[in-house]
């Protein structure tokens, strides 16, 4: 079983920036393709981006292309996701998802979701 708990939300100004973090628990968290998604109020949950075990092959959404970088460090057993230039369309529950596999369709794991609100 892994547990996910995500931290660094909050309320911002377009075009502020904001660090998102996620702490895993377990030993084998290089094991595992880690990832963000995100859900708008009245909109189903959208992939923002992929990260795998070695930290390699990186994936992002188009709507966070250039803006947004998703990194891990595995001696901290956590994944971050940068988010420069925020827009007021990034508002979201933003939940850290987790899979014991290269790829994270369908994720095992999935944390409580951290608030990120954007105004303009």
């Known amino acids: 079983q892994v547990q996910l708990v995500e931290s660094g939300g909050g309320l911002v100004q377009a075009g502020a920036s904001l660090r998102l973090s996620c702490a895993a628990s377990?030993?084998?968290?290089?094991?595992?393709?880690m990832g963000w998604f995100r859900q708008a109020p009245g909109k189903e949950r959208e992939f923002v981006a992929r990260i795998r075990g070695s930290g390699g092959s990186i994936l992002y959404a188009d709507s966070v292309k250039g803006r947004f970088t998703i990194s891990r460090d595995n001696a901290k057993n956590t994944v971050y996701l940068q988010m420069n230039n925020l827009k007021p369309e990034d508002t979201a529950v933003y939940y850290c998802?987790?899979?014991?596999?290269?790829?994270?369709?369908?994720?095992?794991?999935w944390g409580q979701g951290a608030q990120v609100t954007v105004s303009s």
């Open positions: 998802a987790a899979k014991r596999s290269d790829y994270l369709n369908e994720p095992d794991y």
């Open positions: 377990g030993r084998t968290f290089s094991s595992y393709a």
